[in-house]
């Protein structure tokens, strides 16, 4: 007898009941940019993105709660003279970031707000931790990414998010949320962020890529894959909710080894360079818009990631609802 798979994809019915993966807006976290303005500007690499001041953010946020996106991922854009070398802009009360969670949680208090904790946005080297000597200072920068943690906390956020890659951090920005009071602040590590170049896009939006050197001694090498596993251990014993892979599709098979090795929710990171290959194919004519972000997001799901960042979050959303 001829094995005939295909009898499972005979009509949209039986598609639809032996379908093993689904996407939702649920699962769709939103990244944008939040700069002082007046006004937004334009991200020349990410068409469709854009800074937005804060009464814009206010509106984007509406929006997305519209389509079913429940949760937001704030990058703030700091002017070139408020960076320094402390990246002191990152714990002042009043900065931009700030200002943007207490009037997200006070417009829609039940939006889950996530915040950026590294210090590149702030600093003038560029870099996710402190530089001294000219090498990246692991243990002088844990205490910043802590005070961090807790001011965003303070202001309302959510889910407090790593993306430096220092070792220990988790440890210490948990130990740090808990005696201030804020036990039930999650954790989003960026577990496996590897040295990618996909994140040019981002550094212009943000005008944050690095001074001098590279990150290559705090990223990931992109030629490993165990070594995120081990990652993924000392995330979740350090007291991680949840561990974020970055970039997204050129690491679906990461997600899918820490699939099988941990229990906690894996959140993927579709990252700028990745929106910004599929705008640009888009806008030549070259691919089907829709289709192919649309299948990208669901491949993630299929990897076996719970969450999934990107900045196409809002069109996806509205498409799958349509
Ligand atoms: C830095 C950070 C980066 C991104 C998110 N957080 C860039 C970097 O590590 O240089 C990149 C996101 C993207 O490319 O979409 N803390």
Not at 86 to 115: H, N
Not at 135 to 161: E, F
Not at 213 to 224: F, I, L, V, W
């Given at each position: 007898m001829i094995q005939r798979p295909r009898r499972n994809r005979v009509s949209a019915g039986v598609r639809a009941l032996v379908r093993e993966h689904e996407l939702s807006p649920a699962h769709l ?39 079913g ?179 997204g599709l050129?690491?679906l098979d990461?997600i899918a080894r820490l699939r099988t ?5 894996i959140?993927a ?9 599929l ?8 691919i089907d818009e829709r289709a192919c972000l649309l299948e990208s997001l669901l491949a993630f799901r299929r990897a076996g990631a719970d969450?999934i ?7 996806a959303a509205?498409w799958l609802r349509a």
């Amino acid at each position: 007898m001829i094995q005939r798979p295909r009898r499972n994809r005979v009509s949209a019915g039986v598609r639809a009941l032996v379908r093993e993966h689904e996407l939702s807006p649920a699962h769709l976290v939103w990244p944008v940019f939040v700069h002082d303005g007046p006004g937004c500007t334009a991200i020349a690499a990410m068409p469709g993105c854009q800074r937005l001041d804060v009464p814009a953010l206010l509106d984007a946020a509406r929006e997305a709660l519209a389509a079913g996106i429940r949760a937001l991922a704030l990058f703030p854009v700091i002017p070139a003279a408020r960076k320094d070398p402390q990246g002191s802009a990152a714990l002042d009360p009043e900065g931009i970031l700030p200002r943007a969670i207490r009037s997200l949680k006070q417009a829609f208090p039940e939006l889950v707000v996530i915040t950026d904790v590294a210090l590149d946005p702030y600093s003038s080297d560029g870099h996710d931790g402190l530089v001294i000597e000219g090498r990246i200072a692991n243990d002088a920068t844990l205490p910043i990414l802590a005070q961090m943690a807790v001011l965003h906390a303070r202001c309302g956020a959510d889910v407090v998010a790593p993306s430096d890659m220092m070792d220990g951090r988790v440890a210490a920005i948990r130990q740090a949320l808990d005696s201030a009071g804020f036990s039930e602040t999650l954790i989003c590590s960026y577990t496996a962020k590897y040295a990618s170049s996909f994140y040019g896009p981002f550094r212009e939006a943000l005008d944050s890529a690095p001074r001098f050197g590279d990150k290559r001694s705090y990223q990931m090498d992109p030629a490993n894959a165990r070594e995120a596993e081990r990652e993924a251990a000392l995330d979740e014993a350090e007291g991680a909710d949840w561990l974020l892979v970055k970039p997204g599709l050129p690491y679906l098979d990461i997600i899918a080894r820490l699939r099988t090795h941990t229990c906690l929710p894996i959140a993927a990171y579709q990252v700028s360079g990745e929106y910004a290959m599929l705008k640009a194919a888009a806008r030549n004519g070259w691919i089907d818009e829709r289709a192919c972000l649309l299948e990208s997001l669901l491949a993630f799901r299929r990897a076996g990631a719970d969450i999934i960042f990107t900045y196409a979050a809002l069109e996806a959303a509205r498409w799958l609802r349509a």
